[in-house]
Nanobody, 127 residues
Framework: QVQLVESGGGLVQAGGSLRLSCAAS????????MGWFRQALGKERAFVAA????????NYAESVKGRFTISRDNAKNTVYLQMNSLKSEDTAVYYC????????????????????WGQGTQVTVSS
């Protein structure tokens, strides 16, 4: 079992920044690739970013490229999502998740390939 706890969400004005954190406990954190997803009201959960086990490789949804940065600290069992230049359309509940699939498979885009999920943290961007 892996327990994931997100933090860092909140209310921010458009153009502002937030950094989300996701602390993991339980099984070895570095055994999992990590992803961030978001779910806006009335919409399906959508991929935001993923990072490989070592942190050497990352991938982003087109809508956040150049604005968001995913990173991880395996010594602290934590994954981060730095969000800059926030827009109103970034408003959603943000979830971190852990997956045992190979990063090279590209399957990290899909929520059903993740084994563990956090409870989510609300991000609201006011325009």
């Amino acid at each position: 079992q892996v327990q994931l706890v997100e933090s860092g969400g909140g209310l921010v004005q458009a153009g502002g920044s937030l950094r989300l954190s996701c602390a993991a406990s339980g099984r070895t954190f570095s055994n999992y690739l990590m992803g961030w997803f978001r779910q806006a009201l009335g919409k399906e959960r959508a991929f935001v970013a993923a990072i490989s086990r070592s942190g050497a490789f990352t991938n982003y949804a087109e809508s956040v490229k150049g604005r968001f940065t995913i990173s991880r600290d395996n010594a602290k069992n934590t994954v981060y999502l730095q969000m800059n230049s926030l827009k109103s359309e970034d408003t959603a509940v943000y979830y971190c998740a852990a997956s045992s699939v190979p990063y090279a498979s590209g399957r990290y885009y899909y929520p059903h390939n993740y084994d563990y999920w956090g409870q989510g943290t609300q991000v609201t961007v006011s325009s």
